[in-house]
């Protein structure tokens, strides 16, 4: 195959909502099943690049498949290479802002070129980026939401019995007591040899986050504070993180590499832990990766395990990969998990190909 002679014919969007195996209870509201955008890009050689978005909600699938779509017509018979697709989609989207769910379709264009391209060369993405193909050590984020210490207490035990050496907690009731009685509760069942940490998930105002860090503090055993208050109060954040001795870690909801260039150059956190389909794919991931590196910031990763294991195989400053396990029904090959490690999908690109049978049961 003629690389240069490789175009991109079309676009394609799938929705399905899965069942989560563990419903997620956080301070925004609580998460029964996962809608997905399965996205798969064609080529004039035969290629199909493959990737999903999470829409957070059903409602919000409709519009960013539109999005997608216009931006499938608007590549269709341009040269696969991913570059000079992204240069061309952010111009075209300047206008409207490459924000919001503009940037998650982008991404996740971005995202199937990605695979594409890695098919087409016969090699992993991690290779195209330099890199090669690593277990990524992982903690397991699948539920322990907002729910009774006892109950919080068996599902901390079942993640760690999943193969996991570290797990995450949310956080965010009303009274800082309840929060304290749940860590309790789920560091007496892990035990301290298993890492924990925990996520506000924005629920908090500037001084309660400290208040209540500084109960954390006294608890101690906890690996950071993840998205104390409003995820773009990067001065918030920053106070935060000066008054409170537990590491700040926030980065899920920066839009875009620029964003997270103002978290760090604010001293917004001590950790940061970018999400691919807000954070401009691969390629924006790349950009981020490379202003962790200069700012001496360790990076994490936040859902989408699959293509993380491989963006964090060549990050820097490579910290924790966030195991979800919310798309592995509608996957043909899942990332496996082995001692706390996460190794994504095998073969070229990204390694992603979809189980049909489960898509269509999915299907919305």
């Given at each position: 195959m003629k690389l240069a002679q490789t175009r991109v014919?079309?676009?394609?969007?799938?929705?399905?909502?899965?069942?989560?195996?563990?419903?997620?209870?956080?301070?925004?509201?609580?998460?029964a099943a996962a809608p997905l955008l399965l996205l798969d890009l064609a080529t004039d050689e035969g290629i199909t690049g493959?990737?999903?978005?999470?829409?957070?909600?059903?409602?919000?699938?409709?519009p960013i498949a539109k999005l997608?779509?216009?931006?499938?017509?608007?590549?269709?018979?341009?040269?696969?290479?991913?570059?000079?697709?992204?240069?061309?989609l952010r111009a075209r989207y300047a206008l409207l802002g490459v924000h919001n769910i503009?940037?998650?379709?982008?991404?996740?264009?971005?995202?199937?070129?990605?695979?594409?391209l890695g098919q087409a060369l016969g090699e992993?993405?991690?290779?195209?980026a330099g890199g090669a193909p690593r277990p990524v050590r992982a903690y397991n984020s699948n539920g322990l939401g907002l729910m009774p210490p006892r109950a919080l207490a068996r599902e901390a035990e079942a993640l760690v019995n999943d193969g996991f050496s570290a797990v995450k907690l949310r956080?965010?009731?009303?009274?800082?007591?309840?929060?304290?009685?749940?860590?309790?509760a789920v560091k007496k069942a892990i035990g301290p040899e298993v890492g924990l940490m925990v996520d506000f998930n924005q629920?908090?105002?500037?001084?309660?986050?400290?208040?209540?860090?500084?109960?954390?503090d006294d608890e101690g055993g906890v690996a950071w504070i993840e998205e104390p208050v409003r995820a773009d109060d990067f001065a918030g954040c920053a106070k935060v993180a000066r008054e409170v001795a537990t590491p700040i870690q926030i980065g899920e909801n920066f839009m875009g590499p620029e964003q997270m260039a103002q978290a760090l150059a604010a001293g917004a956190a001590d950790y940061v832990m970018p999400d691919v389909q807000r954070i401009g794919g691969a390629t924006g991931w790349m950009r981020a990766a490379a202003l962790a590196q200069a700012a001496g910031v360790e990076m994490s990763s936040h859902l989408f395990p699959e293509a993380s294991a491989q963006l964090l195989a060549v990050t820097p400053t490579c910290h924790w990969l966030e195991y979800m396990d919310w798309a592995?029904?509608?996957?043909?090959?899942?990332?496996?998990?082995?001692?706390?490690?996460?190794?994504?999908?095998?073969?070229?690109?990204?390694?992603?190909?979809?189980?049909?049978k489960a898509v269509r049961k999915y299907a919305l």
């Open positions: 014919r079309g676009l394609i969007a799938r929705a399905v909502g899965v069942p989560l195996r563990r419903p997620l209870a956080t301070s925004n509201g609580t998460i493959r990737a999903y978005l999470f829409a957070i909600q059903p409602a919000h699938l409709a997608v779509e216009a931006m499938g017509e608007a590549i269709a018979g341009d040269a696969l290479a991913p570059f000079e697709i992204e240069r061309k503009v940037l998650f379709a982008m991404s996740g264009v971005d995202l199937c070129a990605w695979d594409a992993p993405f991690a290779r195209l956080l965010g009731r009303p009274r800082a007591e309840d929060d304290l009685a749940a860590l309790r629920a908090l105002t500037v001084a309660e986050a400290i208040r209540r860090g500084r109960m954390i592995e029904p509608v996957l043909a090959e899942p990332a496996t998990v082995k001692n706390s490690r996460v190794l994504g999908p095998s073969g070229p690109g990204f390694g992603m190909r979809w189980n049909e």
